[in-house]
C-alpha cells in the first residue's frame, strides 16, 4: 500500500480524533538551577503568579510530602527545547475521558469549597474518592515471560510522536499510514520491549503513551504484547522534575488535565472570583503556565491518573534469555531482588514509599546506570564492564542485556561479545534527530521476518536466537 502524506496535525486526527484549539502567544517559561527532586517545582518556583492563598496552602502541602526544601530559580525565560528550538507541533487537545482519564474532569461541586489549608488542598485532588488499592489488590508488573516468537526493542523516543510511528512501521507492528484511519497492530504475535524514556524533550509525550497503550490492548488479542520499561524520565517526571519538559509539552498536560471549566473553576475559584467558570486559557503567559504546571503535576505526581499508568511498567524486563533494562544492570540490583525492584517502583508511582535509590535514583541505579553504554578511555575499564555484565547475566541465567538510556551516535550496536546491546539511536527531534533503528530478536530456526525496504547489520548468531539490527532503506516515509 502507497505511503501518503500527511501533516503533523493529520496524524493526530488518525490517532486522537478531533484535536481541540491551539494556544497562541508567547509562553514566559522559568528555568531553574538544580535538581533538589521535586522542591523547586512543587515549592513555589512556578506558582509565584498564583493568589497568594493557593500558593501557601500548595507549599504547605509539599513540604508536608517532601520536606523543608528551598526552591531555588535562575530567573528570565528560557527554552525547554535541549537544541532552543520552537516546537514545531500544536498541542493535542484532548481531554481526559479520550485516555481513560475521566477522574480529570471532576467537578467544582464535589471539591471542597477551600483549599487554603494543605487537608483542604489533599481533599480536592482528581484522585478524590477513588479507592486506593491495598495490598491484596495490588498486581506488580511482571519481570520474567516467554514470547515463542519474535521480539523487538525500540529505544528511547523522547516525546517524537513521528519518530514514533516511522519506527513502529519499520517493524512492520502497524500498517502504513493511511487517510483518516488510526494506526493498528499488525505485528501478530511479536512482542514489543520500548525501553522507556517517553517523557521528556518532545512535544507529544502523552501522545506516545496513548497510541502504545492502545497497540498493546490490539496486540494482545493477536497473541502479542507491548511492553513498555520505566526509564529515568518516567522517575523525574513522577518526582516532579520537570526540567527537560517541552513548553509544548506542558500545554499537552493541560489540554489532557484541564480542558473542562468545572476542573479550571474547581482550582481557582475560592481564590480567583475572576476566574469562576472561565475555561483555560493557554495563550497567558501567567496563569495559564501555572496551570500547565498544575495540570502536569496532577496528572504524573505518585497516585495521578498517568502515574498509576507508569506503575503498571517494569524496570526491569526478562524475556526468554534476555533482559532489558533502561540503563544498566548490576549484580547487587540481581541481590536485592528484581521482582521487589519492580514491585517497589511500581508502588511508589501509586502513591506508596519511595523505591530504593538503587531502582532509580542514584548513577548506578537501573534507570540511571551507563557503565555498559559509555565511551571506555581505558581496556581496563572495558574488561570491568564486561566482567561485570558476564557476572550479572550468569546469576539470572540469561545470554544478553539490552539497554537504552545512552545515544549512541553509530546506530544500535554490541559490546563485550554482542551480550549487550545498545538500542538507543537518538532517534527523537529533541535528542540527535538520528534516524529510526530497532533491534530484532528471532529464535531459531525461524526465518527473520522480511522487512522491506531496511538492511541489517551485527547479526548475533548463538545457539538460541538470531539478533539483527533492522535498518530504514529510505527515510522519508511520507509522513
Known sequence: MASITYSSAAVRRRIFGTTGGTSTGSMNTQCWKHRPHVANLRGGLFLRDEPARLHAAHKARETHIFGARQAKCLGGSASFHPQGRPSRREALGLVGSSLGLSTLAVSAESRQESVSTEKEFKASSVDEGRPKASKSEFVPPPTRITAPGRIIAIGDLHGDLMKTLKVLELCKLIAPPEKGKQPRWIGGDTVLVQMGDILDRGDDEIGILRLLWQLGDEAKEEGGAVYILNGNHETLNVNGDFRY?????????????????????????????????????????????????????????????????????????????????????????????????????????????????????????????????????????????????????????????????????????????????????????????????????????????????????DGDDDDSVIVNVIKPYDTDWGY
Not at 260 to 282: H, I, N, P, R
Not at 292 to 309: C, E, N, W
Not at 422 to 428: E, I, L
Request: with cysteine; glycine share 8%.
Open 245 to 457: 519538559v517541552t513548553p509544548a509539552a506542558f500545554r499537552e498536560s493541560a489540554m489532557v488535565g484541564l480542558n473542562t471549566a468545572d476542573f479550571t473553576s474547581g482550582m481557582y475559584v475560592e481564590t480567583d472570583q475572576s476566574l469562576k467558570g472561565k475555561t483555560a486559557d493557554f495563550s497567558s503567559p501567567g496563569v495559564s503556565f501555572t496551570m500547565q504546571v498544575r495540570a502536569r503535576l496532577t496528572l504524573f505526581s505518585p497516585g495521578g491518573p498517568i502515574a498509576r499508568k507508569l506503575a503498571q511498567n517494569p524496570t526491569v524486563l526478562i524475556v526468554n534469555d534476555t533482559v532489558f533494562a533502561h540503563g544498566g544492570l548490576l549484580p547487587s540490583h540481581v541481590e536485592y531482588g528484581l521482582e521487589e525492584i519492580n514491585a517497589q517502583v511500581s508502588q511508589w508511582m501509586l502513591g506508596g514509599p519511595e523505591p530504593p535509590q538503587s531502582a532509580a535514583f542514584t548513577p548506578d541505579s537501573i534507570v540511571w546506570n551507563r557503565l555498559y553504554s559509555r565511551d571506555y578511555q581505558y581496556p581496563s575499564d572495558v574488561l570491568f564492564a564486561c566482567n561485570t555484565l558476564e557476572a550479572t547475566l550468569k546469576m539470572l541465567g540469561a545470554n544478553r542485556l539490552v539497554v537504552g538510556h545512552t545515544p549512541q551516535m553509530d546506530g544500535c550496536n554490541a559490546s563485550c561479545g554482542k551480550k549487550v546491546w545498545r538500542v538507543d539511536v537518538g532517534m527523537s527531534s529533541g535528542v540527535l534527530d538520528q534516524e529510526v533503528q530497532a533491534l530484532e530478536i528471532l529464535p531459531k530456526p525461524a526465518q527473520r521476518h522480511d522487512v522491506d525496504g531496511t538492511s541489517t547489520s
